[in-house]
């Protein structure tokens, strides 16, 4: 298929044509999508999620409190975990340290993806590379401006409960 194609232009006599390329079509697809993508998205207000990993709603419910979150056994020490609430809240668990366990809100707060697992005491967002402290939530990286919401939790024994 050659790179251009003739096509006539809308006037009364037919008489002219012009020639549009391939690389402007699909410039202008790729500009449609990303438009669309970027919509899809949201804002950190808007609940919205480029990759369909979030409440795309508004904030989902924090668990009521002695709700059980994880086993502490499940959490590895200086690292964290990925689990979903009662009512569908996406926490991260981390264990700084031997029997300190800490909850957050897993939703970046730039614009709401799930953040990763920790990785040497940091968690990534995955969409724009916002990184958090596994220890606090505090940002080490933007574009992420305000730290991790924080969810009260306590150990029962040897499980992590809602505080």
């Given at each position: 298929?050659a790179?251009?194609?003739?096509?006539?232009?809308?006037?009364?006599?037919?008489?002219?044509t012009?020639?549009?390329?391939?690389?402007a079509?699909?410039s202008a697809?790729g500009?449609a999508v990303?438009?669309?993508?970027l919509?899809a998205?949201?804002?950190?207000?808007s609940?919205?999620?480029?990759?369909?990993?979030?409440d795309a709603?508004?904030?989902?419910?924090?668990?009521q409190q002695g709700?059980?979150?994880?086993?502490l056994?499940d959490?590895?020490?200086?690292?964290g975990?990925?689990?979903?609430?009662?009512?569908?809240?996406?926490v991260?668990?981390?264990?700084?340290?031997?029997g300190?366990?800490?909850?957050?809100d897993?939703?970046c707060?730039h614009?709401?993806t799930i953040?990763?697992?920790p990785?040497?005491g940091?968690?990534?967002?995955?969409?724009h590379?916002?990184?958090?402290?596994?220890a606090?939530?505090?940002?080490?990286?933007?574009?992420a401006?305000?730290?991790?919401?924080?969810?009260?939790?306590r150990?029962?024994g040897e499980?992590?409960v809602t505080?």
């Amino acid at each position: 298929m050659a790179d251009t194609a003739q096509r006539p232009l809308e006037n009364s006599d037919n008489s002219t044509t012009c020639q549009v390329s391939r690389r402007a079509i699909c410039s202008a697809v790729g500009v449609a999508v990303i438009g669309t993508g970027l919509a899809a998205c949201g804002s950190a207000d808007s609940g919205g999620d480029a990759t369909g990993d979030s409440d795309a709603q508004g904030p989902a419910a924090v668990p009521q409190q002695g709700q059980l979150l994880a086993k502490l056994a499940d959490v590895p020490v200086g690292g964290g975990t990925l689990v979903t609430a009662p009512g569908g809240l996406r926490v991260m668990i981390t264990q700084p340290s031997a029997g300190v366990v800490k909850a957050f809100d897993a939703r970046c707060t730039h614009q709401r993806t799930i953040i990763a697992e920790p990785r040497k005491g940091i968690m990534t967002c995955p969409n724009h590379g916002s990184r958090f402290k596994a220890a606090d939530g505090a940002v080490v990286r933007g574009p992420a401006t305000t730290p991790l919401d924080p969810i009260a939790v306590r150990l029962s024994g040897e499980n992590i409960v809602t505080a």
